[in-house]
């Protein structure tokens, strides 16, 4: 997949191309389904498959005391996006500049001159350009004025749900925004579950496990001298879920770049998240024990922890002799979930997959949808 940051690293006369725009933030089950259409629709009409994506969240730049916390950072964005067969992302730099732009602006210098795009896919809440100005009518308007089709995909479904059908019309387009009610695949329905602890359920709407990514720093060697040495994470990107203890991976993704077999590659984890009350800790940290495991040296390495599953809250106590008891308990139970199989993850970037709400395809250039 090529990944361009600037219209000037798009090839002369590229195209052409069927592209969507939104800001995928997770690229959910949703956002997977809907980009694998678009995929499809690319292969059929000998074009090349196009996203057009935003840093930072438009909102970020907007309103700034209302923007989310980000699901997956841009590493983890662009991984997942590749997985779902797309031949290009442009990724744009959001500036107020940017979002000063008129909406033939937009679609012009972006869509039209830049992409080639003879296809462009958007929902019915589409707003872009200055002022939210632009909106569906006017992209199937500009649409006609420079040669390109709009493209409808409906609303593909809720948890649990089937897909509806996509629209044929290809004068419409009809994607729920990603902000939508509970139930939806959406990366706002996905926050809340994260805040809550609920990784396995976050899963279900991810279509993968939700993941953290970092750079093991030093800490304390408290858990060393507990025997439980830890990975601690600094520079972390992604939403880091609730306080507590987890079952989950830990990928290193620069070995399994150089070999895809290591068996040290994927490696089974207990993770902490919290303040660690019982030593009267203030700082916040995400920590990994690799199971069994005391002869790893990963400091300074970039690594990967996927959550599987909650194991229990944090907690504060009474002395060095209970909080050992809990850990090796903590330990055990994870060994059993991970051992299972169930949550096994790839050993390359898991592919996202399943049907859901496209939540973030159509999504606004200034800031509405995700």
């Not at 500009?142 to 409906?154: K, M, P, Q, S």
């Amino acid at each position: 997949m090529h990944l361009w940051t600037d219209l000037d690293q798009v090839p002369p006369g590229f195209g052409p191309s069927v592209v969507t725009i939104g800001n995928f933030d997770g690229v959910h089950r949703g956002h997977a389904e809907v980009l694998g259409r678009i995929v499809s629709l690319a292969r059929e009409s000998g074009s090349q498959a196009v996203a057009v994506t935003f840093h930072p969240h438009p909102a970020t730049v907007h309103r700034p005391e209302q923007a989310p916390e980000l699901l997956t950072g841009i590493a983890d964005r662009m991984e997942l996006l590749e997985a779902t067969g797309l031949d290009a992302v442009l990724l744009v730099e959001y500036t107020l500049d940017f979002a000063r732009q008129s909406p033939e602006e937009f679609v012009r210098t972006y869509l039209v001159d830049g992409l080639g795009a003879r296809t462009v896919v958007v929902g019915h809440d589409v707003r872009f350009g200055r002022d939210n100005a632009g909106n569906l009518a006017t992209m199937i308007e500009l649409g006609r004025t420079h040669g390109f089709e709009v493209r409808a995909i409906d609303d593909v479904g809720t948890v649990g749900g089937e897909p509806g059908p996509a629209s044929a019309s290809g004068d419409a387009a009809s994607t729920a925004a990603d902000a939508a009610p509970s139930g939806r695949w959406s990366s706002t329905e996905i926050r809340g579950l994260l805040t809550d602890g609920k990784v396995r359920e976050a899963a279900a709407l991810l279509g993968r496990h939700h993941r953290l990514r970092g750079v093991v720093i030093h800490g304390d060697a408290r858990g060393r001298e507990l025997g439980f040495p830890t990975a601690n994470l600094g520079a972390i990107s992604g939403m880091v879920p609730a306080d507590g203890v987890y079952a989950g991976w830990l990928r290193r993704p620069q070995l399994l770049a150089a070999d895809p077999g290591n068996c040290d590659g994927v490696l089974p984890a207990a993770i902490s998240i919290g303040t660690n009350p019982t030593f009267d800790g203030v700082e916040r940290r995400v920590e990994a024990y690799v199971l069994d495991r005391t002869d790893l040296d990963l400091y300074d390495e970039e690594v990967v922890l996927e959550f599987v599953e909650h194991l229990r809250p944090t907690l504060r106590f009474d002395g060095i002799d209970a909080l050992v008891r809990t850990m090796h308990d903590d330990v055990a139970r994870a060994r059993v979930i991970l051992a299972s199989g169930a949550g096994a993850p790839a050993r390359t970037s898991p592919e996202p997959s399943g049907r859901g709400g496209p939540g973030g395809v159509g999504a606004s250039t200034t800031g509405a949808g995700e």
